[in-house]
């Protein structure tokens, strides 16, 4: 009977006893994050996606098959 240890866990063996313990720090997302008020996080992704296309619009634009020269 082999079973995998669940990652960011340790089996520990002490004395006879085995122990599986986590290794990596835990963190709530539900506290983790202060809480943010719809209307204005909305309209923080809208900029940011109108200034991604922006950006992508404005970038050169290579065309398959065609020789620039």
């Not at 900029?47 to 020269?69: F, I, K, M, S, T």
């Given at each position: 009977?082999v079973?995998?240890?669940?990652?960011?866990?340790?089996?520990?063996?002490?004395?006879?006893?085995?122990?599986?313990?986590?290794?990596?720090?835990?963190?709530?997302?539900?506290?983790?994050?202060?809480?943010?008020?719809?209307?204005?996080?909305?309209?923080?992704?809208?900029?940011?996606?109108?200034?991604?296309?922006?950006?992508r619009?404005?970038?050169?634009?290579?065309?398959?098959?065609?020789?620039?020269?």
């Amino acid at each position: 009977g082999v079973r995998r240890v669940a990652p960011g866990h340790a089996l520990v063996l002490r004395a006879g006893a085995r122990e599986i313990a986590g290794y990596e720090p835990v963190a709530s997302l539900a506290v983790a994050a202060p809480p943010a008020d719809p209307d204005r996080a909305v309209d923080a992704v809208r900029d940011a996606l109108v200034e991604a296309v922006r950006v992508r619009l404005a970038a050169p634009r290579h065309v398959p098959g065609l020789d620039p020269g």
